[in-house]
C-alpha cells in the first residue's frame, strides 16, 4: 500500500510538473498582461512627440549611458575570470572568460534567456580547455555568488539605511527595516569570515573544488555591484530627471522590471521590461520616458550586440582562411560556440526591424520622392513584402540556432529581398544598410552551417514558439501605439494611398499573424513524434541476426528500429531516432571491422541531421571506437551470464533452483521447447497469459531493448513452455538463440498469474537444463541497470549518481531485487555500457532512451 500510494503521489507530482502552466501559460499571461498594460500607460503618448524627444537626447547623456553599459559588460566579463580562477587556475588564457562571459552574455541579452542558459554554454566554451562537468558547474555557482552577493550587500544598505524614496516600495516600520538590512550586512560580513578561517573546498566524487578566499569573493561581488550599477545606471541616466529623483527607488522598480522581463520569455523581456519600469515610476503618458526606455535597448542590448557580432563575424572568416594563430586562435577556439547563436540573433533582429518599421508611418520627403518613381501599388506591395520577410526570418532564426544550411541559404535571400523591399517601400536607407550588413556578418560565417536536418524550418518547438508569440504582441503593440489617435474602421483595411500608414500598418500586422499562426498550427501538428515501428526486417538483419553469436542480436526484431546496413552486407546496426537523438540498441552485428566503420557513419549521420548520436546497452568490444568518436563512456549496469559447461543443479548456491524444478516435476508439470515453425499454433495461449501477465503487473508493452508480445516478433523464435498436468500452458519464454550454439537467452519471460510460485525458478532452471544438453556454452540471463556502479566517495560523479539510484531507487525499479533474482543461478557478471556525448547529453539520452522502452516517465511509473 506505500509503496503504491507512492507511485501515486510521485506520478501526481511529475504531472505536475510536466503541466503547460509551468512553461507555456505563466509567461503567456506575463507577456499578454505586459503588452495591455503597456498599452494603457502609454494610451496618451503619440509616435510624433516620441521622435521628438529621441531627436532631443544630449550628446553627454547618451555617452554616459554608453559609459555605464561599459561598466555592467566589465563586471560581467569578471564573473567568469574570477570564478575560472578560483576552480581552475592557469587551464586557460585569463582573457577567455572575460571575452567568453560579455560575448556570450550580449548575444543572448538580445534572444533571451531561453536559449542561452549559462551551465549549456560555459560547457560549450570550457570544456573545449579540459574542464569537466564538475569543474564547468562550479565555475558557475561561482559566478552566482558574485551576483547575489551583491545583491543582498545592494539591499542590505538600502535597508539598513533606508535612504529617501525606498519607503514607497517598501512600508514597513523604520526598525524593522533597519535590523533587515543589519541581517543581510552580517550575514554578507559573516561569509567572507568563513571564507577566511580556512580553504574552503567542496568534494564531488573525485575532483576537490576550491570555493573563493575572501579576496576573490570581494572581487566577485564588486563584479556584481558593477553588472547591477552599471545596467540599471544606464536606464537611470536616460530617463527625464524628474521621474529619477530617488535612486534607491529606482533601483528596485529596475530589478523587478528585469525579473518579470525574464519571466515572459520574451527576447530581451521586450514588453514586460517597459510595463514595469513605466507603471513602477509613474511614467504613464510620458512620451520622454518611452524615448528613454527605447534609447537603452539601443545602447544596452543592441550596441554590445552589435560589437560581438562584428567581432565575431570578422573572427570566423579569419579562423577559415587559416590566420587565426597564437592569442587569437584561442580566443576564436572559446567564442566559436557563441556563432550559432549571433546567427539567430542577426536574423532576429533583421526580422524585427522590418516589422517595427512597416508598423511605424513612413518618412514624408521620401515617400513624396517616391511618387516619381514608382505606382502606389509598388510601393503598398513592398511594405506588405517586407514585414512578410520580417515575419519569416524571425521564424527561421530557430534553424540557424540548430545550425542548418537550409536555414542560412533562406535567410540569405530573405534578406536580399529585405534590402530592395526597404528601399522600394519608403527610401529607408538606414534599415537597407542594416540587412545588407546582416548579409555581409551571415556570408562571413557561412561555415558554421552544415547541418542538413530533415525537420521543417517552419516547425519550432515549445520555447522558441512562445518567445516569437510574445515579441509579436510587443511589435503589434508598437503600431497600435503609432497610430492611436487613428479611428479604426473595415475601410482602412483596403484603403491604398500615398498616406494611409495606418492601413499599412493593420496589413503588416496580418501578415505577421497569419506566418505565425500557420508556424504555430505547424509545430504542434507535426512536431517531432517518435518514429512508429514499421516492422520491416531486411533479409540481410535476419540472416546477420541468425549467424551472430550474440543472443542481444535478437533484439532488432522487434520492427521499431530502422538499420543501417553496410555496403557489402557484412555487417547493421539497428537504432532508432528520437528526434533530437539516434540511439543504436546494443554492438554493431557482424564483422567486427564493418561494425566499426558503421559506428562512424550513424556518428556521421546524426551530425549531418543536427542531431546526438549515443549507443545504448553496448559491451567492451567496441569501447576504442566509441572514445575515438569523443563520446563518454558511462557504466549503466551488468549483465549476467551462466556457463553451461558441465552445468547441473548441485551444489548449496542452486539448491532453490533444484527445488523448485522437483517440486514441478512431482505435482505433473512438464518442461518442453516448441520449434520455430509449431510455435504458430501456440501464439493465441501464450497471448492470453502475456495480457493477463500484463494485467496483473499493471505494465505495458515495451520496445527499443525489449521485446513486445507481437505475432510478427514472436513468429521469429522457439518457444519455451511449462506445462501443467492437464497440459495447460502456464509459463512461456521465447528463447534467443546464438550462432554454433555459443549463448542461449531469452526476452518474455510472463506466467499466469494462477501459476504456483515455483513455475518461473523451475522454467529457469529446465531451460539451463536444456541448454546445457544442447551443447550451449552460456547462458545470458541479461542486465540488470545499475547493478556494479560504485557509489564510493572517490568514484566519478555518474558512478555516485547510478549507485545512489541502485540503493535508494527501490520506490520506482526493484533493482536490487533484480539483481538479487539473477544472482541465484551463480552468474558471471560482465559490464554494460552507455556511449553518449558527456556533460549536460547524458541525462537527456537516457530520458530520451526511456522513452523509447517505456513511453517515458509516466510508462515507467505504470
Known sequence: MTTAMTRTRLSRVLRMFEHPAFKIVIPLVIGAIAVVVLHRLASHVRW??????????????????????????????????????????????RH??????????????????????????????????????VKITAVVAISWTGFLSALILCLGALLAFHPTGLSAVIAIAPAIETAAGLVLLFAFGGYLVWLAKGKRQVTTGDHVTALPGPSQAIGLTLAGLLDLSGAALTLYVLMPADLVQSLPFFAIVFVAAVGLGVLSHAPGGLGAFEAT???????????DALAALLLYRMIYTV?????????????????????????????????????????????MLAGIVLLVSGNLPAEGSRLEILRDIFPLGVVEASNVVGSLVGALLIVVAAGLYRKLYRAWLLVMILLGVGFVASLAKGLDWVEALSMLGTLVALGLIRPAFYRADDMSLFRLDREWLLSLLVLSAAIVWIGFFAYDHVDYRNALWWQFTWDGDASRFLRASLVLATVLSAVAVNSLINHRRRLPPTGDIPEIVRRLVAQSED?????????????????????????????????????PVGEAATGRALIWALREQAYRAGKRVAFYSVSAAYLPTYLDLGLSILKIGEVARVDLSGFSLDGSKRKGLRQARNRSVRDGYVFEVVPQAEAQAILPELRHISDAWLAHKQGEEKGF???????????????????????????FANLFQGAEHSELSLDLMRYLPDAPHFAMDALFAEMLLWGATQGYRWMSLGAAPFAGVENRQLAPLWNRIGGFIYEHGDHFYNFEGLRSFKEKFDPIWSPNYLACPGGLAAPGILYEVNVLVSGGLRGLMK
Open 96 to 133: 577567455i572568460p572575460l571575452v567568453g562571459g560579455a560575448a556570450g552574455y550580449a548575444i543572448s541579452g538580445l534572444l533571451g534567456v531561453s536559449y542561452l542558459t549559462g551551465t549549456a554554454v560555459r560547457h560549450q566554451v570550457y570544456s573545449s580547455f579540459g574542464l569537466d562537468l
Open 277 to 287: 519600469m513605466i507603471a513602477g515610476l509613474g511614467a504613464a503618458g510620458r512620451s
Open 303 to 347: 550596441f554590445p550586440f552589435v560589437v560581438a557580432a562584428l567581432g565575431l563575424s570578422i573572427a570566423a572568416a579569419l579562423a577559415h582562411r587559416g590566420k587565426l594563430h597564437g592569442t587569437s586562435s584561442a580566443l576564436w577556439r572559446a567564442v566559436k560556440p557563441f556563432v550559432p547563436t549571433l546567427a539567430a540573433a542577426l536574423a
Open 705 to 731: 531493448s525489449l521485446g513486445a508480445f507481437t505475432d510478427e516478433y514472436m513468429r521469429n523464435f522457439d518457444m519455451a513452455v511449462l506445462r501443467d498436468a492437464e497440459g495447460r500452458i502456464v509459463a
Open 48 to 93: 510624433t512627440d516620441v521622435r521628438v524627444d529621441l531627436g532631443a537626447a544630449q550628446p553627454t547623456i547618451l555617452l554616459a549611458a554608453l559609459g555605464c553599459t561599459i561598466v555592467s559588460f566589465a563586471g560581467i566579463a569578471a564573473y567568469d575570470a574570477l570564478a575560472v580562477r578560483a576552480v581552475a587556475p592557469g587551464v586557460m588564457p
Open 551 to 587: 543472443t542481444e542480436a535478437n533484439i532488432a526484431l522487434t520492427g521499431d528500429k530502422q538499420f543501417l546496413i553496410s555496403p557489402d552486407e557484412t555487417a547493421f546496426l539497428a537504432y532508432a531516432d528520437t528526434g533530437k537523438s539516434l540511439i543504436a540498441q546494443g554492438d
